[in-house]
């Protein structure tokens, strides 16, 4: 009971949020206003016993992309306003989306039923095998390195390279550059 | 009890911190109430380990005022590369 309590409360502060990020107009509240968002959607994921989604929500989404929008936004010009466009479709599709949604959630097994298919299908071999054959005491060390290491190979390239972009748009100086040159050559 | 007490607390004061986000006329209040909010957050993960019996989730709440410091940083920042420009 207590657990739901805590629960529908962290989600109305994520709706009182959500709120207030399409109410205001300057970017730089709207960042600081998502990085609330994910704060509370960490919380959520500890209180639903997800510690570990947790910790990369927080790391990923309160952490490192806060940090990024914030450089996006001191990248852009000053003195524009965020200008609220045609709001119908969007209003349409969010609509459709949590409609869709609720079906679905309909139909999902229950919170921490043992007899949901995911804990059926592979995971118990995974418990019971994978200490014996590679030797590690963490199953899901095992699962991530071992059983998924192509895939994880894969991630990390995925990761890297979308670094590699967002340091190449955040750092580049050539259009001030350019500019600055051009004014050189006016004068 | 005393545990769910708190957090009746904690999540009190989230919501005058939400409130002083949103309506802030200027942009500290707002650096301030979201700093707040990551360490109300914090401290709201350490009752809850506690008043769940499962006091191992301590460390979460120490990184998380640790990325909140980190935000808090990177917005202030922010404010001083933009006085320097108006200069």
């Known amino acids: 009971m207590n657990f739901l309590i805590i629960n529908f409360f962290l989600i109305s502060i994520l709706l009182l949020t959500t709120f207030y990020i399409f109410k205001t107009t300057s970017l730089i509240s709207i960042v600081a206003l998502t990085g609330i968002f994910t704060l509370v959607c960490a919380a959520i994921y500890v209180n639903l016993d997800a510690v570990d989604v947790a910790f990369t929500e927080a790391a990923v989404g309160s952490g490192i992309s806060t940090i990024l929008m914030v450089m996006a936004v001191a990248k852009l010009p000053e003195g524009k306003k965020n200008q609220l466009l045609n709001l119908f479709p969007s209003i349409v599709l969010s609509v459709s989306i949590v409609i869709v949604l609720m079906l679905i959630i309909a139909n999902l097994p229950l919170l921490g039923d043992p007899n949901a298919p995911i804990h059926l299908h592979v995971t118990p071999e995974y418990i019971k095998e994978s200490k014996s054959i590679f030797h590690i005491p963490n199953v899901v060390t095992n699962i991530l390195a071992s059983y998924r290491g192509f895939d994880t190979l894969g991630e990390t390239i995925v990761i890297f390279t979308a670094g590699l972009g967002v340091i190449v748009l955040l750092t580049s100086n050539t259009l001030n550059r350019k500019t600055k040159f051009k004014k050189k050559v006016k004068k | ?87």
């Not at chain 2, 939400?18 to 990551?38: H, N």
């Not at chain 2, 301590?58 to 935000?71: P, Q, R, S, T, W």
């Open chain 2, 1 to 87: 009890m005393i545990f769910f007490i708190a957090l009746a607390i904690l999540g009190l004061s989230i919501l005058f911190c939400v409130y002083r986000a949103a309506k802030g006329p200027t942009p500290f209040d707002r650096i301030l109430s979201i700093s707040s909010i990551g360490t109300i957050m914090a401290l709201g993960i350490a009752v809850h380990g506690f008043a769940f019996n499962r006091p191992d989730f301590v460390d979460i709440a120490l990184m998380y005022i640790l990325l909140n410091f980190l935000g808090t940083i990177a917005i202030l920042k922010f404010y001083k590369m933009k006085g320097k420009k108006k200069v």
